[in-house]
C-alpha cells in the first residue's frame, strides 16, 4: 500500500531492547498469513482473553472469520519495559494494527489536518457558548451552541483520515453529548420548545440512538416540550 502523503506520530525504541525482569509480558494478535492486527501488553490470561473493544470483534469477525493467532513476543519483564516494548510494535506494524490507543497509525496529512482545524473550531466556538451562557445572555449562547453544533458535524464529517488496517473498520461514533445537553437546556429555558424537539430529532438523526445520561436526559427533555407545543 503507497502511504505516501501520509504522518505518523510518536518515537520507537527497539523491541530487543534489556528489559527488567517482572510478571508483564506483550503479546500480539495475528490472522493465519502471519499478518499482525493488534499489539498488547497484560499478566496471567490478558492475551487470550475477548474482553476487547467492539471494533476488535469487528474485525475478527467481519475480516478474519473468527479465525486469528496470538503470540507472545517478550514475557517476564516490568510493567514498564512492557510500554516501551509494546510502543516498539505498534511502531513496526503501524501500517497493520487496528488499536485504538496509538500514536504511530498512519493517516492523510491534509484531511488529518482539516479534522483537526474543525475541532478546534469547534471547541473554541463551544468554550464561548458556555461563557455567554454563564453570564446569562442565553439568546447569544444560543446561537453560539447552533455554530458550535454545525462545527462539531463538520468535523465528524471529516474524520476519515485513517490509513493502514484502521481504515477497514466503521467511523466511531463519539456524540457531542455536553454540547447537546447545555444547548437543550438553553433552548427550554427560553422557552423555544418546537426548537427543543427539533434539536433532539436533529441529534439523533446525525449520531444514532445512546443510553448515556446526557442522551436519556434529552429524550425526556424533548418529551416535556412536546407537551408544551400547542397542537
Request: charged content about 30%; aromatic content about 12%.
Amino acid at each position: 500500500m503507497d502511504f505516501k502523503g501520509t504522518i505518523t506520530m510518536g518515537c520507537p525504541v527497539s523491541i530487543d531492547e534489556p528489559c527488567k525482569p517482572g510478571r508483564h509480558y506483550v503479546y500480539v494478535h495475528k490472522g493465519f498469513d502471519g499478518t499482525i492486527f493488534y499489539v498488547g501488553k497484560g499478566t496471567g490470561n490478558r492475551a487470550y482473553s475477548k474482553d476487547r473493544q467492539p471494533k476488535w470483534y469487528y474485525y475478527v469477525e467481519k475480516i478474519l472469520n473468527n479465525q486469528y493467532d496470538v503470540e507472545i513476543v517478550r514475557d517476564g519483564i516490568s510493567e514498564e519495559d512492557a510500554e516501551r516494548v509494546e510502543d516498539a510494535l505498534l511502531a513496526k506494524y503501524a501500517e497493520t494494527v487496528i488499536n485504538l490507543q496509538t500514536m504511530h497509525a498512519p493517516c492523510n496529512t491534509e484531511k488529518f489536518l482539516k479534522y483537526s482545524d474543525a475541532i478546534q473550531i469547534y471547541s473554541n466556538t463551544f468554550k464561548q457558548a458556555t461563557k455567554l451562557e454563564r453570564e446569562g445572555k442565553l439568546d447569544l449562547a444560543i446561537k453560539h451552541y447552533e455554530k458550535a453544533y454545525e462545527h462539531y458535524v463538520e468535523a465528524n464529517r471529516l474524520n476519515d483520515f485513517h490509513l493502514g488496517a484502521r481504515r477497514l473498520l466503521p467511523k466511531q461514533r463519539i456524540a457531542p453529548t455536553q454540547l447537546a445537553d447545555h444547548y437543550s437546556k438553553c433552548l427550554a429555558k427560553q422557552g423555544l420548545h418546537e426548537q427543543v424537539i427539533k434539536f433532539y430529532e436533529r441529534f439523533f438523526s446525525d449520531f444514532g440512538e445512546g443510553q448515556t445520561g446526557v442522551e436519556i436526559a434529552l429524550k425526556k427533555r424533548a418529551e416535556k416540550s412536546r407537551k408544551k407545543v400547542p397542537l
